[in-house]
């Protein structure tokens, strides 16, 4: 077994699925449950967990796209276009997010300040070349030039990417975050973050670089495996590999305290998104 996905192997694995919930469930949401759950597996009062999630027609941006020059006309566009723009509490730069993309977090405890930055990614790495292993040997953790949100660990099969990996990191827990396009066209996802850099950058000069988006760079899992996959089947192939990493998974929601610091959490989204929100076409 691969060293990295050793360190999921528990006696107890908590999950929660948010992946059916549909459109009500906003993604504001998800990145508050995932502070909450980091803060109780830090405090060592929760197991490590793993919470799957999926939100409808949505552009998550990071804190450096709030800074593009002409903003408020690429939030337009987005709305235009039947997307809700907010802004994540974890890194990176914007995403999609619909019906077609399967959201994973792996929440476990930083122990001893052991875990290195780079063995949160690796874990997740190898989670997922563990879930598709009987259909491929070929995904690759690299940077993809030309991707939305690119990073060291783009995932990527053929130089095509179709994953992308973040991390936050509260008192003693990580979360670490992948999006998985699993299906529906990843150079049209690309595209409408293209347009939409073209439109908030508006030629103006900037302090930071923004990428240069090529649609090209970018597919989903059905379209690089030759297969027709969808979020639940996906879903079946990260429950297998999971129940050969622990004798008991456990399915529950939130519990107890976990529901007010919830509240807390959510909040702090809602703060941070304030401003983005007063640039939305209601829809």
């Not at 690299?142 to 990527?156: Q, R």
């Not at 850099?197 to 760079?217: G, Q, S």
Request: glycine share 6%.
């Amino acid at each position: 077994m691969n060293q990295h996905l050793e360190r999921l192997k528990q006696n107890e694995i908590r999950f929660i699925d948010g992946s059916t919930l549909g459109p009500s469930f906003k993604a504001i949401q998800s990145f508050a449950l995932d502070d909450t759950i980091c803060t109780k597996i830090g405090k060592q009062e929760s197991p490590t967990t793993v919470r799957t999630w999926v939100h409808h027609q949505t552009i998550v941006l990071g804190i450096q796209d709030t800074r593009l020059p002409n903003l408020s006309n690429g939030i337009k566009f987005l709305n235009e276009h039947g997307y809700k723009a907010i802004v994540r509490n974890s890194g990176g730069l914007a995403v999609v997010l619909d019906e077609g993309v399967l959201n994973i977090s792996i929440l476990f405890p930083e122990v001893e300040r052991k875990l290195q930055i780079n063995d949160g990614y690796e874990t997740m790495y190898a989670l997922i070349q563990d879930m598709f292993k009987d259909v491929t040997n070929g995904i690759e953790a690299k940077e993809i030039v030309g991707s939305y949100c690119p990073g060291d660990y783009d995932l990527s099969i053929d130089g095509k990417k179709f994953a992308g990996i973040s991390q936050r990191r509260i008192r003693k827990g990580v979360a670490v975050q992948i999006y998985l396009c699993i299906n529906e066209s990843g150079a049209k996802r690309a595209s409408i973050i293209k347009d939409f850099y073209e439109i908030a950058i508006n030629n103006k000069e900037t302090n930071f670089k923004y990428p240069n988006i090529n649609p090209n760079t970018m597919a989903s899992l059905s379209e690089l495996l030759s297969i027709n996959l969808s979020v639940s089947e996906v879903m079946k192939r990260l429950l297998q590999s999971l129940i050969k990493l622990t004798s008991t998974i456990v399915t529950n929601s939130l519990q107890g305290d976990e529901i007010d610091l919830y509240n807390h959490h959510l909040q702090r989204m809602i703060d941070r998104n304030e401003e983005i929100e007063a640039l939305q076409v209601d829809f």
